[in-house]
T-cell receptor, first 118, second 114 residues
């Protein structure tokens, strides 16, 4: 079973509108972290936002916010006031604690391609 | 150098050849990672290193090896390349192997194995 599921292969949004990119996750850990990364067509991976499983408030970073619903195991990314430069692939990722491994590895979803329309 | 650098930027390689992808970071990060990105599959972890001198296997380690002789460098070696290793390879690092530390990514190496 996938640990990170992004159900929207592609999304379109009008410039200046808000858009929500979906992410659901599967873990039995109590302590975990959720990340969103942006990958423009140039290929680099850009960190956007982080949410810890014990954080009581939803994370926000500028125009990005994370709608964290722990009981539903969802961590949706909300981009407000979309800009043309927001067109990119967006990846949701989860960090779990691997017992005995001592490494906090990121598991990535397959991504959502967002296209912002002028 | 600022951040993470990877070399080469791209490479075409004959099957059976040995290849080392280089990764260097100047942020004094303890943890480093190698991922491969394939269309429709997202990023998958190949190997990781929590600190200099230690390495571990990720999700798809077969056919790859790594070493971490010092903090800055984390080379990835394909001992005998096969076409299924055609991919884009990303090196990443984080301040620590735990906590809220995000991973910073290099620009990637596009590898084609023929």
């Amino acid at each position: 079973a996938q640990k990170i599921t992004q159900t929207q292969p592609g999304m379109f949004v009008q410039e200046k509108e808000a858009v929500t990119l979906d992410c659901t996750y599967d873990t039995s850990d109590q302590s975990y972290g959720l990340f969103w990364y942006k990958q423009p067509s140039s290929g680099e991976m850009i960190f956007l936002i982080y949410q810890g499983s014990y954080d009581e408030q939803n994370a926000t970073e500028g125009r990005y916010s994370l709608n964290f619903q722990k009981a539903r195991k969802s961590a949706n990314l909300v981009i407000s006031a979309s800009q043309l430069g927001d067109s990119a692939m967006y990846f949701c990722a989860m960090r779990e604690t691997y017992s005995g491994a001592g490494s906090y590895q990121l598991t990535f979803g397959k991504g959502t391609k967002l296209s912002v329309i002028p | 150098i600022a951040g993470i650098t990877q070399a080469p930027t791209s490479q075409i390689l004959a099957a059976g050849r040995r290849m080392t992808l280089r990764c260097t970071q100047d942020m004094r990060h303890n943890a480093m990672y190698w991922y491969r990105q394939d269309l429709g599959l997202g990023l998958r972890l190949i190997h990781y290193s929590n600190t200099a001198g230690t390495t571990g296997k990720g999700e798809v380690p077969d056919g790859y090896s790594v070493s971490r002789a010092n903090t800055d460098d984390f080379p990835l070696t394909l001992a005998s390349a096969v076409p299924s290793q055609t991919s884009v390879y990303f090196c990443a690092s984080s301040l620590g192997a735990s906590g809220t530390h995000e991973q910073f990514f290099g620009p990637g190496t596009r590898l084609t194995v023929l």
